[in-house]
Every structure is written in structure tokens, then in C-alpha cells.
């Protein structure tokens, strides 16, 4: 009657406060998640605006012909350098996991559709990022084939950046001093450079 492991009345009650509380503890954390994500500076939800900002800072860079920069970039996002940085180097690619998680998405899931009918595209920030950074490139490389402005400043950013090194092309040509101790020494070194000339 009822007793241990029989799978009565009180394993089944404490089967479901079990579930309940697993429930209510994920929720919580589901909460907890997406309060953190709504107060970063970047987030699925912010996507949209700062890739339009970036579009936007490009094409009025490209109009008035003013540079391409990274600092550029993070203030037109609204975001820091540093930030900018984080998301380059995928650290900060997890919301998009978490924002997945939180809306009870699948892992592999692109895109997803607010209440609002709008499209979020659940992309990892580190690939915008890195397309931001092979436009820069491109602009310095340009700059330098084609000398506009200081192609030495151009340099430096690649070389900084970009991890552009120096390469030694052709023979290394030294500079050799003869110490001449005496006349007939001398007249040694002239004969021997007499026949080098012919």
C-alpha cells in the first residue's frame, strides 16, 4: 500500500513540485538573460539600427571622401572602441546563443520574427564586424597603390592593424670604410680599384 517505490501519491506530488520548480528556475534565468542582453550596448534587438548606422557612416564617408575608421565605426554605432573590439573577436557573439535560448529557438535558427512582424536576423556580431575591418583594409591598401594622401600613415595602419611586414627585395648593399695606413698602401688600393673599373 503506498510504500516505497510503489509510485504513489507522494512520489507523484513531489514529482510535480520537482517540475515547478524547474520551471520557475528557468524562467528566472531566461528573465535574468534577457534583462542583461536589453541593458548591453549590443544586442539582437540594437542589430538592426547599429548595422544601418554603419551602412550610413560608410556611404557619407565615401561621399565626402573623408577615411573609413574604426573609431568612426563604434561612435557611429553608438557603441565604445572597445566594444566594437569584443565583438570583432566573437566575445561577444554568445547574446546571439542566449537571445536563441531565451526565445526558445533552435540552435541553428537565422533569423527571427518580433510581435511587431519584425525580421531580426540572428547573426553572430563578429561577421559584420570583420567585413567592417575588410573595408578599412581595402582603404589603406588603395591608399597606398594609388599615393593618395600620406601613403606613409596608410602604412602604419596595415602594418599595425593588419600585420603587413617589410620584406628585404634584392641584394643588401653595405657601406665598407678601408683604413689606409700608409703611401704605399695607398697606391695598393688605387691599382686594385683601377682594375675593378675595367
Not at 539582437?44 to 560608410?58: D, F, H, N, R, S
Not at 620584406?167 to 643588401?172: C, L
Request: hydrophobic residues 35%; contains cysteine.
Amino acid at each position: 500500500m503506498g510504500g516505497k517505490g510503489s509510485g504513489g501519491k507522494g512520489s507523484t506530488e513531489k514529482v510535480n513540485i520537482l517540475q515547478a520548480v524547474s520551471s520557475e528556475i528557468v524562467e528566472q534565468a531566461k528573465q535574468m538573460t534577457a534583462a542583461r542582453r536589453s541593458a548591453s550596448p549590443v544586442s539582437v534587438e540594437k542589430m538592426p539600427a547599429i548595422l544601418q548606422a554603419w551602412e550610413e557612416y560608410i556611404e557619407e564617408c565615401e561621399r565626402t571622401r573623408r577615411p573609413i575608421t574604426w573609431g568612426g565605426l563604434a561612435l557611429a554605432g553608438g557603441i565604445s572602441a572597445r566594444t566594437l573590439e569584443r565583438m570583432r573577436h566573437g566575445e561577444l557573439d554568445h547574446i546571439v546563443d542566449e537571445f536563441r535560448i531565451t526565445h526558445d529557438l533552435p540552435p541553428d535558427a537565422t533569423e527571427y520574427i518580433t510581435e511587431d512582424g519584425e525580421v531580426l536576423q540572428l547573426l553572430q556580431w563578429s561577421q559584420p564586424c570583420q567585413k567592417l575591418e575588410a573595408v578599412i583594409q581595402d582603404q589603406l591598401e588603395r591608399n597606398c597603390y594609388t599615393n593618395k594622401g600620406n601613403p606613409a600613415g596608410s602604412i602604419f595602419g596595415l602594418k599595425a592593424r593588419f600585420g603587413w611586414e617589410d620584406q628585404q627585395q634584392g641584394p643588401t648593399i653595405s657601406n665598407q670604410t678601408l683604413v689606409i695606413a700608409d703611401a704605399e698602401q695607398a697606391k695598393k688600393a688605387m691599382r686594385m680599384l683601377a682594375n675593378v673599373e675595367k
